[in-house]
């Protein structure tokens, strides 16, 4: 089983939707990161977050560090979003290791 | 202007040679990573070098070494290519963090490797 569990693994919305996903995690962590690898394979960093709450743009990310769980949200969705997003986290005690779930393929249609 | 460069952006060769990728950083970072994503996408870490120094090294074949000739520059060696070494390579670069963390982490274009 992996470190990291990303939920769902494939998620079609329509334009405009509102968009969660979800991860998991059963280890101890110092943080968690949310990345977003385009279409065309180049990987981009979208938050970095240790507790609470990080918003950008129409993306949010949450993390509750007692049930181990963070989620990424987009609101408002466009075609322009439709990525893979990968959920990965830096273990507790390991300098700067990063563990990754297997990444959510979301498809913004119009 | 590129943040985290690497060259070759795609390889193909044959099974046994040798080859190399190199990866450059121009953020002042003192942090540097190699990972593979295999075909299923599975992004797994392989070495990270802090200040030169090899801080990460993952279970990875030793025909795999990685160099770092300064804080800027994080080479991949490969040698004796294997079939199952197919797969993209990415670098990427930070800042390590007080507490021993990473900062938010740069990645590099990434590199298609096909051994044939």
């Known amino acids: 089983k992996n470190e990291v569990e990303q939920s769902p693994q494939n998620l079609t919305a329509q334009e405009g939707e509102f968009i969660t996903i979800n991860c998991s995690y059963s280890?101890?962590?110092?943080?968690l990161h949310w990345l977003q690898q385009h279409p065309g394979g180049g990987i981009v960093s979208l938050f970095m977050?240790?507790?609470g709450k990080k918003k950008h743009g129409r993306l949010i990310a949450t993390i509750n560090i007692q049930e181990k769980h963070s989620s990424l949200h987009i609101t408002a969705s466009h075609p322009r979003d439709s990525a893979v997003y990968i959920c990965?986290?830096?273990?507790?005690?390991?300098?700067?290791?990063?563990?990754f779930g297997t990444g959510t393929r979301l498809q913004v249609t119009l | 202007d590129t943040a985290v460069s690497q060259t070759p952006k795609y390889l193909v060769t044959q099974m046994g040679n040798d080859k190399s990728i190199k990866c450059e950083q121009n953020?002042?970072?003192?942090?540097m990573y190699w990972y593979k994503q295999d075909s299923k996408k599975f992004l797994k870490i392989m070495f990270s070098?802090?200040?030169?120094?090899?801080?990460i090294n993952e279970t990875v074949p030793n025909r795999f070494s990685p160099k770092s000739p300064d804080k800027a520059h994080l080479n991949l060696h490969i040698n004796s290519l294997e079939l199952g070494d197919s797969a993209v390579y990415f670098c990427?670069?930070?800042?390590?963090?007080?507490?021993?963390?990473?900062?938010?982490?740069?990645f590099g274009p990434g590199t298609r490797l096909t051994v044939l």
């Open positions: 990427a670069s930070s800042h390590r963090l007080e507490y021993g963390g990473t900062d938010t982490q740069y």
């Open positions: 280890v101890g962590i110092s943080a």
């Open positions: 977050l240790s507790s």
């Open positions: 990965a986290v830096t273990l507790a005690g390991t300098a700067s290791k990063l563990t």
């Open positions: 953020l002042g970072h003192d942090t």
């Open positions: 070098y802090n200040n030169k120094e090899l801080i």
